[in-house]
């Protein structure tokens, strides 16, 4: 793929899951554990939407005239959900190849999603505005966080919500993330994360705030592997972490 | 009703759930998940009327408390709490046709749980008309009788089912709660595992000249277990298991021979016994679907797992097949995910597979171990009742699981 604009995504990452890419929505495929892990993702977003814009989850089309952007959104396992809660969805993806994977899978599931080839800083720069950014799992693949998080910031209506997951800097989270999931489990292929990128809940609160974002929860995705399942935690961010942040409001 | 008819053949009018099967669990399902603001179509092969006759044909269920809970949840417990028989109390009594009874000394009671009487006594005539008028009064829900599934087709995009007549009905998901001897499970390809026992189950109502006091009677009987269950008024359903053989003279019987046969088994702490409705004879097996679930569809109730019926845990078992899938696909609507995916009905099957098959390996052991005459199985058995009956712990354990409120509750059947 030809450089999108000034862009803060490291080549050599967009490569790795471009080959990945047709796997996407096979559920004991190579996106397995995105696939465990997204009932309990989505439990976190919808409910902080849900909170945030005082909806009532369980009723039909609850997301209803929200704008909602996904980034780096794969094969739409995020976008899907969203429109089917009837948000307008933009899913974007710096991977082209996902797109039209993405397209075909969302047809398929009968769900209008506009899904594009592009960047967070190119749709910012575009003037694009959403009431929800999803950011998950991303933030951590990106060459310059800060400047990331700012274009995130940039593309939120007054008031809007981030919400941001990404995976604690430790040795646990080591041991887990890529020893255990991308050599022990096979879950990933070896070299999906570098750990030196992995930043703590403090360092991206820190960040956001820089950015210009207001952090105001924090909660662990936490795996237990005796159910085979994830959960959210209110103590446990030590591996995978989840954040909501908001961007100021229009002064009074 | 929505789209009734014609219009729910036209192409595109879908439904989020077609049930196989419009008996209890499956009209149960298709209520809860309207609860869930999903559409559901439900084909009974049987024709309405045979499912609306109010008169008594000696049916009844022991309710748990949990699925009492769950029926509570769904709004039907207001019509049936004044034709419901509360069970307070649990006596099993070890005895021998005609002799004095031993009494075991394990003895159930509600006060151990912490609200409520340990289950309830229901009549098919009140408990299936009032889940057909439900069907009839909920937003979302199509029935169809005298309804015949000849074929079925999993696609990508969804399932279509063809009926006898030739018409077909289109959805997302398709379940299977058409019994044990299920069409849908047998025309996905779902293989079964199953045993016969040798044994008959003989169930009838009986009316008695004194009152039960709401005590429900397990005698064991080294012929088979024999389960007094009171009924509203001077009445109880008996539930008396006997080896085929035997069974099948019994039940060839004339009505006062019958209850000659029975007497010695009943006692007479009742007081005069009579017949109160039909006789009938269930040959006892258990039956185990080797999935639950395949693309797009799922199995509940009898065509899951049957189970040996002594413990009352086959409607119980299957309701709580249905809280699980109607709590499985609650959540995966509310966050927005395909109900249809494979990643959220194995959440059913994982859920329910496992307590499935512990049940049915315990309700098996169970039944084996108190139809016997061997003396050491019966000496090593008293001893074991002892020590359930001396450890308040364990009791309570048993009579929470018999109560259906161990494990983890989907949340239909939570208080």
Redesign the interface.
Same mark, same amino acid.
């Given at each position: 793929m030809g450089k999108v604009v000034t862009s803060t995504v490291d080549a050599s990452e967009i490569a790795k899951f471009e080959a990945m890419a047709a796997e996407w929505w096979d559920p004991n495929g190579k996106f397995k554990p995105l696939h465990m892990l997204n009932p309990c993702r989505l439990d976190y977003i919808t409910s902080q939407i849900a909170a945030e814009y005082d909806r009532v989850l369980g009723t039909p089309a609850p997301f209803d005239g929200l704008r909602i952007l996904d980034i780096g959104c794969g094969g739409g396992l995020l976008c899907e959900p969203m429109a089917r809660l009837g948000a307008e969805v933009v899913g974007v993806d710096a991977a082209g190849r996902n797109i039209p994977v993405a397209q075909a899978h969302a047809a398929q599931s009968g769900l209008e999603i506009d899904y594009r080839h592009t960047t967070a800083e190119a749709l910012a720069e575009a003037g694009e505005r959403f009431d929800v950014v999803l950011n998950m799992e991303v933030v951590e693949h990106v060459a310059d966080p800060l400047a990331y998080l700012t274009a995130c910031r940039q593309l939120l209506k007054p008031g809007g919500l981030h919400i941001c997951s990404t995976i604690n800097r430790n040795p646990k989270s080591f041991a887990m993330a890529i020893v255990g999931a991308e050599y022990v489990m096979r879950w990933l292929p070896k070299g999906t994360h570098e750990w030196h990128k992995f930043i703590t809940p403090d360092e991206l609160f820190e960040l956001m705030s820089q950015a210009g974002l207001e952090p105001v929860d924090r909660k662990g995705f936490v795996f237990n592997p005796v159910s085979w399942k994830w959960r959210l935690s209110d103590r446990d961010l030590s591996v995978n972490y989840v954040t909501a942040a908001l961007a100021p409001a229009l002064p009074a | 009703m929505d789209n009734p008819g014609p219009d729910t053949i036209v192409r595109g009018m879908t439904h989020d759930l077609i049930i196989v099967g419009g008996g209890l669990n499956g009209a149960a399902l298709a209520l809860a998940a309207a609860r869930? *603001?999903l559409t559901a179509c439900v084909l009974d092969a049987l024709p309405r009327a045979a499912r609306m006759s109010g008169d008594f044909d000696g049916r009844s269920y022991a309710l748990a408390q949990a699925s009492q809970r769950m029926l509570a949840g769904l709004g039907l417990w207001d019509a049936l709490a004044e034709h419901a028989q509360p069970m307070n109390e649990i006596k099993v009594t070890d005895g021998r046709v005609g002799a004095a009874e031993v009494f075991l000394g394990l003895h159930f009671q509600s006060a151990e749980l912490e609200s409520g009487p340990m289950g309830y006594m229901v009549e098919d005539r009140h408990l299936r008309p009032t889940l057909l008028r439900a069907l009839d009064d909920t937003d979302g829900i199509t029935l169809r009788d005298g309804a015949r599934v000849t074929a079925q087709a999993v696609e990508? #995009?969804g399932v279509t089912v063809t009926l006898e007549d030739g018409t077909t009905v289109s959805g997302r998901v398709l379940v299977g709660a058409d019994g044990r001897q299920s069409g849908t499970a047998t025309r996905a390809g779902i293989r079964r595992t199953g045993w016969r026992y040798g044994q008959t189950a003989l169930v009838c109502a009986i009316a008695h000249e004194r009152p039960h006091h709401g005590v429900a009677h397990q005698l064991f009987l080294p012929p088979g277990p024999l389960a007094i269950l009171p009924l509203t008024g001077n009445r109880s359903s008996i539930v008396w298991s006997e080896s085929t053989e035997a069974a099948a003279e019994i039940q060839a019987l004339p009505d006062e021979a019958y209850l000659e046969v029975l007497r010695p088994r009943f006692g007479d702490f009742l007081g005069e016994i009579s017949l109160a409705g039909t006789r009938y004879a269930y040959p006892l097996g258990m039956t185990l679907a080797n999935a639950f679930t395949a693309p797009r569809l799922a199995l509940v109730g009898d065509a899951a797992h049957g189970v040996h019926p002594i413990a009352g845990q086959g409607l119980n078992a299957g309701l709580r097949d249905v809280a699980a899938l109607a709590h499985v696909l =609650?959540?995966? #609507? %509310? %966050? *927005?995910? =395909?109900i249809a995916?494979?990643?959220v009905l =194995?959440r059913y099957q994982s859920w329910r597979r496992f307590d499935t098959a512990t049940l049915a390996a315990s309700t098996d052991l169970f039944n084996r171990l108190f139809s016997t005459d061997n003396p050491l199985l019966r000496a090593g058995r008293d001893l074991g009742m002892a020590l359930v009956n001396a450890a308040p712990g364990l009791r309570r354990g048993i009579i929470r699981e018999a109560a259906g409120l161990s494990g983890d509750l989907p949340d239909l059947m939570r208080g």
């Open positions: - | 869930s *603001g990508a #995009t =609650d959540h995966a #609507t %509310r %966050r *927005g995910e =395909d995916a494979p990643q =194995d």
